[in-house]
């Protein structure tokens, strides 16, 4: 199938507090993972992303894991403020030849209450 | 650098009536993406343009139709509008057509279908 999952669907946190968003995808052979953020009235945008080649990839607050044999990755997002607050997008891709495409996730709501 | 625009913000039309939306990508970008964006059903993959060919669809009808110019902008259809059309639609570009290439999106065009 083309299934990417993601969980939850909404998250609360309080700031200053760690967040943890779980994505699952069911291509094996997906090799390119990437979370997007989107906030209100904006496109969603590229945070961090993830090559099958490694397991783990931190960018400051940000970081990404991969473990492909249970075909899942998570975003972390540690220190968060009020600024973290969107939704929050992975994707994987599927059909992985020449005119594979990415697959996003329903997207999940995280809000950071002050 | 300009990033992803398109045109228009906001588009109202009636059950019947075809859309046009209109997608300029990031320049040297040759790759463009059309995804409708719908409330709670995430970013549904519509159509992929690469330097003027179709190279993948999504799980649309055919009055979901669009075409990838000389200069690589873009441009998506819609005919016969249904209300469930009603949504965001959103467009991205990148380099080239790899999946392992970051998308960037644009801002949205809002599409209301009374």
């Known amino acids: 199938g083309e299934n990417v999952e993601q969980h939850p669907s909404t998250l609360s946190v309080q700031e200053g507090d760690s967040a943890v968003i779980k994505c699952t995808y069911s291509?094996?052979?997906?090799?390119?993972f990437p979370w997007y953020k989107q906030e209100l009235g904006k496109g969603p945008q590229l945070i961090i992303d993830i090559r099958s080649n490694v397991g783990e990839k931190k960018d400051q607050r940000i970081a990404v894991t991969l473990n492909k044999t249970a075909k899942h990755f998570s975003l972390h997002i540690t220190e968060t403020q009020p600024e973290d607050s969107a939704v929050y997008f992975c994707?994987?891709?599927?059909?992985?030849?020449?005119?594979?495409?990415?697959?996003f996730g329903k997207g999940i709501t995280l809000s950071v209450r002050p | 650098e300009a990033g992803v625009t398109q045109s228009p913000t906001h588009l109202i039309k009636t059950r019947g009536q075809q859309a046009t939306l209109r997608c300029s990508p990031i320049s040297g970008h040759t790759s463009v993406y059309w995804y409708q964006q719908a409330l709670g059903l995430g970013l549904q993959f519509l159509l992929w343009?690469?330097?003027?060919?179709?190279?993948n669809r999504g799980n649309f009808p055919p009055r979901f139709s669009g075409r990838q110019f000389p200069n690589y902008s873009s441009e998506l259809n819609v005919n016969a509008l249904e209300l469930e059309d009603s949504a965001l639609y959103l467009c991205?570009?990148?380099?080239?057509?790899?999946?392992?290439?970051?998308?960037?999106f644009g801002a949205g065009t809002r599409l209301s279908v009374l």
């Open positions: 994707a994987a891709p599927v059909d992985t030849g020449a005119n594979s495409k990415l697959t």
């Open positions: 991205a570009s990148s380099l080239g057509f790899s999946t392992k290439n970051i998308q960037y």
């Open positions: 343009y690469d330097e003027g060919e179709e190279r």
């Open positions: 291509d094996s052979a997906s090799n390119y």
